[in-house]
T-cell receptor
Framework: EAQVTQNPRYLITVTGKKLTVTCSQNMNHEYMSWYRQDPGLGLRQIYYSMNVEVTDKGDVPEGYKVSRKEKRNFPLILESPSPNQTSLYFC???????????????FGSGTRLTVV | GQQLNQSPQSMFIQEGEDVSMNCTSSSIFNTWLWYKQEPGEGPVLLIALYKAGELTSNGRLTAQFGITRKDSFLNISASIPSDVGIYFCAGQLGYNNNDMRFGAGTRLTVKP
């Protein structure tokens, strides 16, 4: 089944303790992205990657890191989490190349992170 | 980045009623997408629109790409309880960049 898999689904952690949320897709998509979802704010992009070893900041990158060493994986790293990073996180991927139609994203099921 | 204004923020309707929601922006988009998010899941693509004026249906859902390219509409006819969820619009500004923007969502509640 074509899908984007995120882990963990739920995570409670303490301020300052480094964590990684994994994301993997099995559709050979070039494009991957991380979003956070907060009430009333919709989906805001954190980082994205157009292909392996190519990453760039989205709208709200502060406090986050990403890497794209392989096409299928795009982990989100919080080096020193803070309570304002408590949110619902989504990874998404897309078959998309420059100057072609955007076919829309496939989203993972989400990771609910609480930082206390 | 450019804002998408999605309205209404929430809707409470009776089963069988029709639903309309829309997204507007001050910017011109070349793609409009509509997603549905059910509780505990990620958004799922419902309809994609690629041309101004385009009208596309997916079952009881119909979406339109506004003529001005600054807005889009989603209609749901004869709503049923499983239509419950959050509906997001998304607009793509250009082909050669990453400028996809999401609306804040419309939360739909359907009473049986």
């Amino acid at each position: 089944e074509a899908q984007v898999t995120q882990n963990p689904r739920y995570l409670i952690t303490v301020t300052g303790k480094k964590l990684t949320v994994t994301c993997s897709q099995n559709m050979n998509h070039e494009y991957m992205s991380w979003y956070r979802q907060d009430p009333g704010l919709g989906l805001r992009q954190i980082y994205y990657s157009m292909n392996v070893e190519v990453t760039d900041k989205g709208d709200v990158p502060e406090g986050y890191k990403v890497s794209r060493k392989e096409k299928r994986n795009f982990p989100l790293i919080l080096e020193s989490p803070s309570p304002n990073q408590t949110s619902l996180y989504f990874c998404a991927s897309s078959l998309r190349r420059p100057q072609t139609i955007n076919y829309g994203y496939t989203f993972g099921s989400g990771t609910r992170l609480t930082v206390v | 980045g450019q804002q998408l204004n999605q309205s209404p923020q929430s809707m409470f309707i009776q089963e069988g009623e029709d639903v309309s929601m829309n997204c507007t922006s001050s910017s011109i988009f070349n793609t409009w997408l509509w997603y549905k998010q059910e509780p505990g899941e990620g958004p799922v693509l419902l309809i994609a629109l690629y041309k101004a004026g385009e009208l596309t249906s997916n079952g009881r859902l119909t979406a339109q790409f506004g003529i001005t390219r600054k807005d889009s509409f989603l209609n749901i006819s004869a709503s049923i309880p499983s239509d419950v969820g959050i509906y997001f619009c998304a607009g793509q500004l250009g082909y050669n960049n990453n400028d996809m923007r999401f609306g804040a969502g419309t939360r739909l509640t359907v009473k049986p």
